[in-house]
């Protein structure tokens, strides 16, 4: 299949061809060539909140980079980018726009997935379509089911054919409508877990721009709908070894969100900065002329800039943890990377969340108007932070250290 872009004209969808992606050969050249797209993105970023603008022209730079490739293993022409990069990659983008930092965060988790399921043959396609600039969507948990835990979604074998149907309603599809392929899990007959690669043209399928959550506005974080669309065997991976296998699926997804989050503070923390030292006014009782010289603000700022460097560290010390593990790792090491990066979620959720309304405190009154849309911030780190639950963050980090007790073994742990 040849990679597209998807635009959106008129309410339809239309293709375009798409040139080859860009071979990053570095893992140096990835963050250099991350905070080179930064600097673009940061541009119109409140713009593209306000109105609501989609980032395909955005997404479509984002992956013709390279930078979507970067943990395709070196075994299958990547550079195998270590976790600690691509949490530095994401933490970038998402500080210029975290909808676009979002964006590609299960395209990497699907590649992960790709590295420990799928056959040699699977592995040689999929990693060879991404390396040429094919982005994974995502099909993600089902809105009417119980939990996140729950799936509803079915693959039935087409009794006239070699391939299979694939039935179900997903909705918190990031990445799915800018996607080249939609991958999802499903049950089959039997109710064994499978990922399953729809090509995202194919007949029966529907994404459905419907998000319409107040942060993180660009995502199209919406519904994707399967009508029966036909998928072929190969494009079908096996998930059941997960839930008896030790692995870092879980790990990894959630660093990725950390990341994310880290990337917000980090945009927070900077634009209350710039705001106080070129238009905020000082409180008539500091006694000073400038805003920058009150100190019960520096003293707000300093401790901004330690919980944001704490968090920081978290972050990569988390990353760090997962990039010296084994592969295949055992029980004990899944447990201990799950705890590693649930700590370092605490502080990048709490600073997110801290330094996105802090920021109005220390700005003042002129910085809550809509022309500047600093609340986006805000707005971004809560919907953001609400994917995992920063408390079972805290008991699961409790649990392990005082009852010897493993976090849970799924996606969201």
Not at 15 to 32: G, K, M, V
Not at 168 to 195: C, H, I, M, N, Q
């Amino acid at each position: 299949m040849s990679a597209v872009i998807e635009k959106s004209i008129a309410g339809a969808a239309v293709s375009t061809p798409r040139a080859p992606a860009h071979r990053i050969l570095s893992e140096q050249e990835a963050i250099d060539t991350a905070r080179k797209l930064a600097l673009d993105f940061a541009v119109e970023a409140a713009e593209r909140d306000r109105q609501r603008r989609l980032p395909h022209a955005e997404i479509e730079r984002f992956s013709s980079s390279g930078l979507w490739a970067i943990t395709v293993p070196k075994a299958y022409g990547g550079i195998g980018a270590s976790w600690v990069t691509l949490a530095e990659v994401v933490k970038i983008i998402s500080a210029a726009d975290p909808s676009i930092g979002q964006i590609p965060q299960n395209h990497f988790g699907i590649l992960n997935v790709l590295a420990q399921t799928a056959s040699e043959s699977q592995k040689h396609y999929f990693y060879g379509e991404v390396l040429k600039g094919a982005r994974f969507g995502n099909a993600g948990p089902e809105r009417t089911s119980k939990n996140v835990l729950d799936i509803r979604t079915r693959i039935t074998k087409d009794p006239g054919s070699p391939d299979y149907l694939l039935n179900g309603t997903r909705f918190y599809s990031t990445g799915a409508l800018y996607a080249d392929w939609v991958p999802t899990r499903a049950l089959d007959d039997e109710g064994k877990g499978l990922f399953v690669f729809a090509d995202r043209h194919a007949s029966g399928l529907s994404v459905v721009d419907d998000w319409s959550g107040f942060g993180q506005r660009t995502t199209a974080s919406g519904t994707v709908i399967f009508d029966n669309v036909r998928v072929a065997a190969g494009h079908i991976v096996p998930l059941h070894q997960l839930a008896t296998q030790p692995n870092n699926i879980g790990p990894v997804a959630q660093l990725i969100q950390a990341a994310i989050d880290a990337g917000i503070a980090h945009a927070a923390v900077d634009d209350a900065i710039a705001f106080i030292r070129q238009r905020s006014r000082p409180w008539a009782d500091s006694g000073v002329e400038r805003a920058g010289d009150d100190p019960l603000t520096i003293n707000q700022i300093g401790d901004l800039k330690i919980r944001l460097h704490a968090a920081d560290a978290l972050l990569e010390r988390a990353a760090r943890t997962l990039d010296n593990l084994p592969l295949p790792i055992n029980y004990e090491q899944m447990a201990q990377a799950s705890v590693a990066v649930a700590e370092a979620k605490v502080l990048t959720t709490e600073i997110a969340l801290h330094a996105s309304e802090k920021l109005f405190e220390l700005a003042g009154t002129q910085s809550t108007l809509s022309a500047h849309d600093l609340d986006r911030h805000w707005r971004n780190a809560r919907v953001h932070t609400l994917h995992d639950p920063v408390r079972w963050k805290y008991h699961a980090v409790g649990n392990y250290y005082l009852n010897d007790t493993p976090p849970p073994r799924h996606n969201w742990s």
